[in-house]
């Protein structure tokens, strides 16, 4: 399902601020889905990112998990 990750090579300073760039995937921005705990980093493309609270180590946190059927229907 995942079919691309930014790493730090994909990312620019924008403002102070290390921004993700959706266009380094080289895939069309309409159909990337974006999801982290900040949208911040992703301020171009933020109708593509879906937002979770950041994992602290919880177990029990089924944020991911809760959202998998919308990203296996997206896929």
């Known amino acids: 399902m995942i079919h ?3 790493g ?3 990312t620019m300073l924008y403002k102070g601020t290390y921004i ?3 266009s380094y995937l080289g895939r069309k921005i ?4 974006y999801v982290d705990f900040d949208d911040i980093v992703v301020p171009h ?3 593509n990112c879906i937002i979770l609270p950041e994992w602290d ?3 029990d946190d089924r944020a991911l998990y809760d959202i998998s059927p919308f990203l296996e229907n997206a896929a």
């Open 4 to 6: 691309g990750r930014i």
């Open 8 to 10: 730090r090579e994909g």
């Open 20 to 22: 993700k760039d959706l």
């Open 30 to 33: 309409p159909s990337t889905i």
């Open 45 to 47: 493309h933020t109708e």
């Open 57 to 59: 180590g919880d177990e």
